[in-house]
């Protein structure tokens, strides 16, 4: 794909706000995008100036199958269905130790996993 195509489908995808296809666009173009990075509309280029800094930082994205998690622990927790947290919990222990994880889980998710002490929130 030429940078102006990609261009295209990027700034396409952030008018109808697919933040996720745009975000997988840049991530998988990033060194090409950041050349050219004058091409890009203002909210695509703070997309890819957000990603650039999390990745400087070492931050790993989260894939698809570690959002459904974070996802079903946060409805568990919603729920108030401690079985299914604790189950959640259990079977998911490297992603809830990774510390980029809080700020993806609700107000009730960290108040029940702080209570099972499974996360410290504080900072």
Aim: with cysteine; net charge neutral; charged share 30%.
């Amino acid at each position: 794909m030429d940078i102006v195509e990609l261009v295209k489908k990027i700034n396409q995808c952030l008018d109808n706000l697919d933040l996720v296809r745009a975000r997988k666009y840049i991530e998988d173009n990033q060194e090409l995008l950041n050349q050219n990075k004058h091409l890009l509309r203002g909210n695509a280029r703070s997309l890819l100036d957000f990603i650039i800094n999390r990745t400087d930082a070492g931050v790993i994205p989260l894939n698809r199958q570690e959002m459904n998690v974070i996802y079903s622990i946060n409805a568990y927790a919603s729920k108030f269905d401690l079985r299914g947290l604790k189950l959640s919990v259990k079977n998911n222990t490297n992603l809830l130790m990774r510390e980029d994880v809080k700020q993806y889980l609700n107000e009730d998710a960290r108040t029940l996993l702080e209570g099972l002490k499974v996360i410290n929130t504080l900072e």
